[in-house]
């Protein structure tokens, strides 16, 4: 399966911004999904993940309550919701399919198909 993010861009803290995630290839009903980002400088770390059906989500704490993960599978697209920013969300930002579960932290090493990546820059 191809992943292809897009929706990054340049936005003030405490703005919102929405990514997308665009699947061809395969039907991504079949995988868990993850948004994944990397700051410069750091290694890449879980941002969110959502199950099959869209039921159940989970997220890391540094974006809970201000990050909504969702999917549109007849559109075979998962988004992140981004909103009240902040300069430490800045990174590129990664779609991901193939997670073990929905419910806890998804680890890189689990990921079976990587987006290229869409950069969010937070201006403070």
């Known amino acids: 399966v191809q992943l292809q993010a897009f929706g990054g861009g340049l936005v003030q803290a405490g703005g919102s911004l929405r990514l997308s995630c665009a699947a061809s290839?395969?039907?991504?009903?079949?995988?868990?999904m993850a948004w994944f980002r990397q700051a410069p400088g750091k290694e890449r770390e879980f941002v969110s993940t959502?199950?099959?059906?869209?039921?159940?989500?989970h997220y890391a704490d540094s974006v809970k309550g201000r990050f909504t993960i969702s999917r549109d599978n007849a559109k075979n697209t998962v988004y992140l919701q981004m909103n009240k920013v902040k300069p430490e969300d800045t990174a590129v930002y990664y779609c991901?399919?193939?997670?073990?579960?929905?419910?806890?932290?998804?680890?890189?090493?689990?990921?079976?198909?990587w987006g290229q990546g869409t950069l969010v820059t937070v201006s403070s």
């Open positions: 991901a399919a193939g997670c073990d579960y929905s419910d806890r932290v998804c680890l890189a090493v689990q990921v079976d198909y």
């Open positions: 290839g395969r039907t991504l009903s079949v995988y868990v």
């Open positions: 959502i199950s099959r059906s869209g039921g159940s989500t």
